[in-house]
Nanobody
Framework: EVQLVESGGGLVQAGGSLRLSCAANGFTVDAYGIAWFRQAPGKEREQVSCISSRVGIIYYSDAVKGRFTISSDNAKNTVYLQMNSVNAEDTAVYFC????????????????????WGQGTQVTVSS
């Protein structure tokens, strides 16, 4: 069974750090494009970062560039999102998603391009 499971969300103070994990079951993360999306109340789901090991691409949105780092641990079949210097605008439910094949991460990514989704993990930044 193909499954993505996010963890690591929670309450963090502004300026603090948090690391999200996306564990994959039923497929290997290095064969897929894996993206992190987030959705705040009343807003559309937006991509914040993406990694595609097959094609050697990493993408960050302007909103998180320089603060967030995406990485992949093939031995653990897990993708991480290290979030540093968080602020109130980072408050959202964070989802990881997987796109099959030679996926080219880009700023134009839309949710429909992704084949599998996790259940989401809540990140709340307090001021």
């Amino acid at each position: 069974e193909v499954q993505l499971v996010e963890s690591g969300g929670g309450l963090v103070q502004a300026g603090g750090s948090l690391r999200l994990s996306c564990a994959a079951n039923g497929f290997t993360v290095d064969a897929y494009g894996i993206a992190w999306f987030r959705q705040a109340p009343g807003k559309e789901r937006e991509q914040v970062s993406c990694i595609s090991s097959r094609v050697g691409i990493i993408y960050y949105s302007d909103a998180v560039k320089g603060r967030f780092t995406i990485s992949s641990d093939n031995a653990k079949n897990t993708v991480y999102l290290q979030m540093n210097s968080v602020n109130a605008e980072d408050t959202a439910v964070y989802f990881c998603a997987a796109a099959n094949g030679y996926y080219y991460c880009s700023e134009d990514a839309i949710p429909d391009e992704f084949d599998y989704w996790g259940q989401g993990t809540q990140v709340t930044v307090s001021s």
